[in-house]
């Protein structure tokens, strides 16, 4: 029974990183595909980071976005 456990682990362990993989990303796809990747939770805090260092006005959409999903 532990096999099927460890391998189920190293599976989850693995798409997790994609939650953390996928905001970066979204800094070099097209502008089309920025909705789909806003539903990943990690989306609006890395793209609030991103407009605070650019100095973006826009930073408050981002910071709505973070504490609303």
């Known amino acids: 029974m532990r096999g099927p456990v460890k391998v ?7 798409l997790s990183g994609l939650l953390f993989i996928l905001p970066a990303l979204s800094r070099y ?5 920025q909705l789909p990747l806003a539903l990943v939770p ?3 805090p890395a793209h609030l980071l991103w ?5 973006a ?8 976005g973070s504490v609303l999903y």
Request: glycine share 8%.
């Open 42 to 44: 990690t989306y609006w």
């Open 29 to 33: 796809v097209p502008d089309i595909w």
């Open 57 to 64: 006005p826009v930073a408050w959409r981002y910071l709505a």
């Open 8 to 14: 189920q682990g190293i599976a989850l362990m693995k």
């Open 51 to 55: 407009a605070l260092q650019t100095g």
